[in-house]
């Protein structure tokens, strides 16, 4: 049986994890070493750097989308390294985000993604046989997988077959026995005590006679000898003495770092903090091996093991780096709930009915069942209005609900603020080009947005109001709505659609709280947020003379290969020769129409694409040689479903509509139907554009409506 608090857990090691990358990844190794941390930071209590927002790495990639093959491919039927293998080549854009893109024989991953695509399956693709002993042995072995020592809780054996069979794509070996180590370890914190516990279970899984095993026992040992806290510097010395990295090459081999693990581990003593800190401290991979243990601490500690400090920057909220701008705008309790789900059918459990309910895919729903859930949610003016979690739950819904606090400070005329959720990024908004994250909005012109609020005002001289609003991210205009007057002690549902944006996308959606009361009777309370909803069909138009090219992709497009640009308005596709494709919309949107015009300016293929689950599984139609357009289904290979005669000519513009129902697609060019076919076989999925051999093509106009 999984643990009553099995999605609490779930959530405070997802949390923990990110806490550890976002702690460790300032000071990886290259400019910073262990000598550099300690004479900088010295003794640290706290992260070393404020983001204004942080862009995942693939130490938080790997968990979100490889886990993905037990949704994709091993459905009813345990996992395989195929399987995996599969999501690797499915989510990743070639060459940019996921993981590390170092070259070939250098970057292990980028080695691997290379055997996937010359046909090499796993796990030969990782083996050392193929790839090399070194190569083999790197660390991302154990940085991919703690989301599968998330799924079986208490059942290490378990969770460690998964994650040696999710590590065979990449590594071998030492490489397979940290994702067997971290894995089993996660799933031992769901019920363990202690810290020696852990520990105890991630070197029962692995061979007692590797080098892995032996790293590990030798922190052990030395612990056991030196075991008071300000002692770890002592064994971080012994590890540089004994296992460091001039014995163990490679960019960044497994051993050392794991190493590090097992003395952040027993040194922090089952402190979470502490924990992530001192794994920091010690160098080497550092938001690797503070984001492993973070994991295995955040379960073992729970949510309130997680200080507030480390915590509440996070603030639920992360971006990362696959080929879907939908799911990259990812909300942590939102994915923890659809992991939790995920983790009772993988353990042959009927999931709560209130946490099947919480799953609603293709759309924005927030219902604060995670204690302390923030959901990402801002505020523009921290003076007048200051956000927290609360246990105050919507009244008649079940008792397990929160809601988000929002108290409004002393309030008089002229003061506002905004409360927003973020469904949409710009480049503007982050320190750095890490990992090149791109988005595509959660929330879209001609979708509903609701919201329960509970007004709670303490004093004032006023009404408190609330605009609802969104915000155009070109011209960064506020689109605000009718005004709206909550009312104390009761409950408001606060509904309305969100306008048209004129080919902008949208990047807030939310309300201007204010209250216009008198300097000698100012407005003081709290409201509260209950439930949360962007849903509903959405009707959009991109206008490629309102996007920007960002983390080298056309907003708010993903590419995949081929060289993507902007130009007087329209947006440029070219291929070198290997299939090219862009991509955007809701990932799980279904029945739609789709508006495109293009113009082939060189090459025999240029065309549409929808219904699209990743760059290896999509829909693709458009002019295929002379003469011809073809609907082309591609699987891990492009099949070519129904051809029909069609005289096109490079130069000119066409313009496209794809009306999707249900399994059936019909095409129309220039307003004549052209090609039905009824048998898609992907049931939702995204859109966007392609090429799928050498030419340029002219994207120059879209427009989308759903019809679900």
């Not at 993905?68 to 399987?83: F, S």
Request: glycine letters at 10%; hydrophobic letters at 35%.
């Amino acid at each position: 049986m999984l643990p009553e608090n099995y999605l609490e857990k779930v959530y405070a090691g997802f949390l923990g994890m990110n806490v550890g990358i976002r702690l460790g990844a300032p000071l990886e190794p290259g400019e910073w070493s262990y000598e550099k941390i300690k004479e900088i930071h010295g003794d640290i209590r706290g992260y070393v750097k404020d983001y204004h927002t942080f862009a995942a790495d693939d130490d938080a990639n790997g968990p979100v989308y490889f886990i993905r093959a037990l949704i994709d491919d091993a459905k009813g039927r345990e996992l395989t390294p195929e399987d995996v293998g599969r999501a690797w080549l499915n989510y990743s854009r070639e060459g940019i985000g996921m993981f590390w893109w170092g070259g070939d024989q250098i970057s292990t991953e980028h080695t691997a993604y290379l055997n996937l695509k010359k046909g090499i399956p796993a796990p030969k693709s990782g083996s050392a046989e193929t790839n090399g002993l070194i190569m083999a042995e790197q660390i991302g072995g154990q940085i991919f997988i703690d989301t599968w020592g998330l799924l079986f809780p208490n059942n290490m054996e378990k969770a460690a077959d998964y994650a040696e069979i999710a590590a065979s794509v990449s590594h071998d070996k030492n490489g397979l026995y940290g994702a067997r180590f971290m894995a089993a370890c996660i799933s031992k914190a769901f019920s363990a005590i202690s810290v020696d516990e852990v520990v105890e279970a991630g070197l029962s899984v692995i061979p007692s006679d590797s080098t892995y095993h032996d790293v590990v026992q030798a922190v052990i040992d030395f612990y056991q000898e030196h075991p008071e806290e300000e002692d770890f510097r002592k064994c971080r010395q012994f590890l540089e003495d004994e296992w460091g990295y001039d014995k163990y090459t490679g960019v960044c081999h497994i051993i050392p770092n794991a190493g590090v693990c097992a003395l952040a581990l027993l040194y922090g003593k089952g402190n979470f903090a502490r924990t992530v800190e001192i794994a920091t401290m010690c160098s080497w991979d550092t938001d690797c091996n503070a984001g492993n243990v973070g994991t295995i601490l955040g379960v073992m500690a729970g949510i309130d093991g997680i200080p507030v400090h480390y915590r509440a920057p996070i603030n639920d909220a992360i971006v990362t780096s696959s080929v879907s701008g939908y799911l990259n705008v990812l909300d942590i309790p939102t994915f923890c709930k659809e992991l939790a789900v995920l983790g009772y059918e993988s353990n042959g459990e009927k999931a709560p009915d209130w946490l099947v309910e919480g799953v609603r895919l293709g759309e924005v729903y927030f219902d604060f069942t995670v204690p302390g859930a923030t959901h990402g949610f801002k505020t523009s003016n921290s003076f007048k209005t200051l956000l927290r979690a609360s246990d105050v739950g919507v009244d008649g819904v079940e008792g397990r609900r929160g809601s988000l606090s929002v108290l409004f400070d002393r309030m008089v005329e002229g003061d506002s603020s905004k409360v927003f959720y973020k469904p949409f990024y710009r480049r503007e908004e982050f320190n750095d080009e890490k990992y090149k994250p791109t988005f595509a909005p959660t929330a879209y012109s001609g979708q509903k947005v609701s919201a329960k609020i509970f007004l709670d005002k303490w004093q004032g001289g006023a009404d408190v109001y609330l605009t609802p609003y969104v915000r155009n991210s070109f011209t960064k205009e506020e689109l605000k709505l009718d005004r709206v007057v909550l009312r104390q002690d009761e409950w408001l549902e606060v509904d309305f659609v969100i306008p048209e944006t004129d080919g902008a996308m949208i990047d807030e959606v939310g309300f201007i709280v204010e209250s216009p009361s008198p300097l000698n009777n100012r407005s003081f309370g709290k409201f509260y947020i209950g439930e949360f909803r962007i849903y509903g069909n959405a009707e959009y138009s991109i206008d490629f003379g309102k996007q920007a090219v960002e983390f080298k992709c056309v907003t708010p497009f993903a590419h995949h290969r081929g060289e993507w640009t902007l130009e007087d308005g329209v947006m440029k596709g070219v291929s070198d020769g290997e299939d090219t494709s862009s991509f955007t919309g809701n990932y799980y949107g279904r029945d739609l129409v789709l508006e495109a015009g293009l113009k082939p300016v060189s090459g025999q293929s240029h065309g549409v694409i929808f219904r699209a689950k990743g760059t290896e599984r999509y829909y693709f139609v458009g002019f295929d040689g002379d003469g011809q357009v073809s609907l082309v289904k591609n699987d891990f290979g492009f099949k070519r479903l129904k051809s029909v005669p069609f005289e096109w000519k490079s130069g000119e513009k066409y313009d496209f509509q794809v009306a999707l129902q249900g399994t059936s697609v019909q095409i129309e060019i220039n307003g004549v139907p052209v090609l039905a076919y009824d048998g898609i076989e992907n049931e939702y999925g995204m859109v966007g554009f392609g090429l799928l051999e050498k030419g340029e093509t002219e994207f120059q106009r879209f427009y989308l409506k759903e019809m679900n």
